[in-house]
Structures are given as structure tokens and as C-alpha cells.
């Protein structure tokens, strides 16, 4: 039986220190931390960012309250740029917490099946 990339994730406390250092990253970010300095809530946002990974994206059975991908993003006008700045955030955040090589590209998957729905929405 394989385990599931939440399991691999490291579970809840895993998903909470690598979505905190991605936070973390996207704000030192000269591409994307003017958006995320001037989130109107960024502890909802990363309790969201949380959520997500911890629910359906990675086989987790915990509950997700937020908005799907459209909504949550919809007005924002995210370019190409600012969208991969933030996916090479992301997957620096799971190699610092030595997540395998193998779950990061899964991770890059699912980020990557969102694309067309955080881009230009």
C-alpha cells in the first residue's frame, strides 16, 4: 500500500512548517511580496493555503472551509510571473523540510492542474 502525499507531506504539523516557510518566502519574494505584504488577511490566507493541502489535494481527510481556486483568485489578475515565482517558493519550502524528490514533483503536479485557474482570472 502506498502512502499518501499527505502522509508523505508529513501530515498536518508537516503541512503547517512548509506552508509557514513558503508564507515566509513569499514575502521576501521581490515578485509577489508586495501581494502578499498587502493581503487584507494573510493569516486567513495561509490558514487557507493550510487547508488545502491538508484536505483533498493531498489525500488528507481533513475539512477545507475556503474558496475553490476560481473564486479565491478571481479579480486578482496573477500573471505568469508572479504565479511560478510562487510555485518555485513553494517547492523550495518542501525541499527545505526534506520532502523526496518524488512527492515535490507530485506537489508541482497538482500545482500545475491549478494553473488555469489562479492565472488572469
Do not use: C
Not at 491538508?54 to 476560481?70: E, I, N, Q, R, W
Not at 483568485?73 to 504565479?83: A, D, L, P, T
Amino acid at each position: 500500500m502506498s502512502t499518501s502525499l499527505f502522509d508523505r507531506l508529513g501530515g498536518t504539523a508537516g503541512i503547517d512548517r512548509i506552508v509557514d516557510t513558503a508564507i515566509a518566502a513569499h514575502l521576501a519574494n521581490p515578485v509577489i511580496q508586495t501581494r502578499f505584504a498587502n493581503a487584507r488577511d494573510i493569516d486567513r490566507a495561509r490558514r487557507m493555503a493550510k487547508e488545502f493541502f491538508a484536505h483533498g489535494a493531498s489525500g488528507g481527510a481533513l475539512p477545507y472551509s475556503g474558496k475553490d481556486m476560481v473564486d479565491a483568485h478571481k479579480g486578482m489578475n496573477i500573471n505568469e510571473q508572479e504565479y511560478l515565482a510562487a510555485t518555485d517558493d513553494i517547492l523550495n519550502a518542501l525541499t527545505q523540510h526534506g520532502i523526496a524528490e518524488d512527492t515535490r514533483l507530485e506537489v508541482l503536479g497538482i500545482l500545475y492542474s491549478l494553473k488555469g485557474m489562479i492565472i488572469r482570472v
